[in-house]
C-alpha cells in the first residue's frame, strides 16, 4: 500500500525527486503540493483504496507524515 500512496504523492507533487525523496524521509510537508493538486490527490486515493475521506479528515494534520497519511487510509480500508 505504501508504494501505491507514494506513487500517487509523486504524481501531485511539484518537487523534483519526489520518490527519491520519499524513500528516504517521511516528512510530507516539502513535497509543494498545492491546494489543487491536494484535492486531486484526494480524490485519487479515494479512488485507488476505494475509500471515502470525510470533510473532517481533509485536515493538514492527517497528511503530515507518509506514516500518518498511510495509517489513517489503512484504518478507512480496514473499517469498510
Known amino acids: ?3 501505491r500512496i507514494i506513487e500517487i504523492i509523486v504524481r501531485h507533487s511539484e518537487m523534483e525527486g519526489v520518490k527519491e ?3 528516504n ?4 510537508e516539502p513535497l509543494k503540493i498545492n ?3 491536494f484535492i486531486k490527490m484526494v480524490v485519487d486515493f479515494e479512488t485507488e483504496f476505494d475509500v ?10 492527517n497528511f ?5 497519511l498511510c495509517n489513517y487510509i489503512n484504518g478507512l480500508i480496514e473499517n469498510e
Do not use: G, P, T
Request: charged fraction near 30%.
Open 1 to 3: 500500500m505504501k508504494e
Open 21 to 23: 525523496y520519499l524513500q
Open 25 to 28: 524521509n517521511d516528512d510530507l
Open 35 to 37: 491546494s489543487i493538486d
Open 52 to 61: 471515502f475521506f470525510d470533510d473532517d479528515a481533509l485536515s493538514y494534520a
Open 64 to 68: 503530515l507524515s507518509l506514516e500518518v
